[in-house]
């Protein structure tokens, strides 16, 4: 079978700011920088994101080594906090400088810069004042990617206002797992709200501003799924959790307000958000241009069938998440592989979101201990992430014949990097980071491989 894509089709890979920087030159903290040097024993071997994986530093030689690997257009982040020094917007030269330089160099070795605004990086220096708890954010936030599209915006022609903001809520104010480890459905459905906001009042800067490139939004979508012979409740259960982790960002970015569904559920069970009646205009008049898909693992879900524990982790009360025959696990790291979604999400967006133009900001396969794969050569033989791109882009492509209208598709990730309180447990990348050796750089075989998709426009299967 022959799987080729489109003329022009963005080959590509992603990675962010504060993932692969680390601090050097920075005037101000993020959350990372603060909880890693707080709380360290939260973090896989420690690791912190100080050096990360020394983007700051060695920027040119990835991306020598990007465009050695087929890597056409590469998806990252600027830091808020590496750009500002604190909540007056007093600039830090020396970060605006640094991605002037990586943008130039990108551009130089060919390869596109797409531009997301936030990685899960809030500012301490809004973290002090409640983070997006915090109403004034939206409007810091808008001055600060205006600041951005003046500096920047000659160069860049895709800019996304959020990464996967259903996470920032998700994992910091519902589950514990990110700072400030809060467990509130009220404050997380608050947080949520103003992300929104913030994105809304960001599309409507680069509108009046008149930029001549697009604006768009990166969601993570975990595409849901119930039992086989689900029961009326199983299918409802399905229901909350794709209206609480999909559609609660899906549908305002696009369509310019919220699920009635949504807005009913928040309100009978106290977790509808603070808002004005203009905040609700302004969601719906700047919707998105095009939309990012992270898409990594489904979520499969029925009706709890064990007691609710009266906790303030709302969704549980919902439903409880299950695992089924026939599972296909990814051996190295624990999460579900399921290729299959990535169509899904193509026919979903084409038949329910107006066939908005999409494409993968992220999809990717962490392996644990892959230094277990290098061989006699130095090179890692990841023949895994080789079968899994494949599996997803043939999926990829039935949907595209079918008429999704998705354009281009980004790897996480470009090269091995900081996974936030994983650090480096789990390795993504097409070039690997030798952190024992100062950071030294090595293709994988999977980067190989990448260079003959890209250049072939697809590939072909015996
Ligand atoms: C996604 C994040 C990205 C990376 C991958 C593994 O959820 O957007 O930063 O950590 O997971």
Known sequence: MQYYFKENFMWGAACSGPQ????????????????CTRQADKYFDGVGNITASNFYRDYETYIQ??????????????????????????????GVQFYHQVIDCLLKYG?????????????MFWMEKGGFENRDITDAFADYAEFCFR???????????????VVVAEQGYLYQVHYPEVCDMKRAAQVAFHIQLASAKVIKRFRDMEMSGEIGIILNLTPTYVPENACAEDVEAGERANLLFNRCFLDPSVKGYYPEKLTALAREDGFLPEYQEQDIQIIRENTVDYLGVNYYSPRRVRRRSTPWEEKKLMPE???????????????????????????????????????????????????????????DHGQIQD??????????????????????????????????????RNAYKNRYGLISV????????????????????SANNGFEDL
């Open 20 to 35: 692969t920087e680390g601090s050097k030159g920075k005037e101000a903290e993020s959350i990372w920088e603060y909880d």
């Open 65 to 94: 080594n990007m465009k050695k690997v087929g890597i056409r257009s590469y998806r990252t982040s600027i830091q808020w906090s590496r750009i500002m020094n604190d909540r007056d917007g007093s600039i830090n030269r020396e």
């Open 111 to 123: 390869i596109e810069p797409m531009i997301c605004l936030f990685h899960f990086d809030t500012p």
């Open 151 to 165: 500096e920047y915006g000659d160069k860049i022609h895709y800019w996304s206002t959020f990464n996967e903001p």
């Open 317 to 375: 009360k919902y439903f409880e998440t299950y695992t089924f025959d026939g599972m296909k696990m990814n051996p190295y790291r624990g999460w579900e592989i399921y290729e299959e979604a990535l169509y899904d999400i193509a026919i979903n967006i084409r038949d329910h979101y107006g066939n908005i133009k999409w494409y993968v900001s992220e999809n990717g396969m962490g392996v644990e201990d892959e230094e277990r794969f290098r061989d």
């Open 383 to 420: 023949d895994y992430r080789i079968a899994f791109i494949k599996e997803h882009l043939r999926c990829l492509h039935r949907g595209i014949a079918e008429g999704s209208n998705c354009f281009g598709y980004h790897l996480w990730a470009a090269f091995d990097n900081w996974s936030w």
């Open 434 to 453: 030798d952190l024992k050796n100062d950071c030294a750089q090595s293709i994988k075989k999977s980067g190989e491989w990448f260079l003959e998709l």
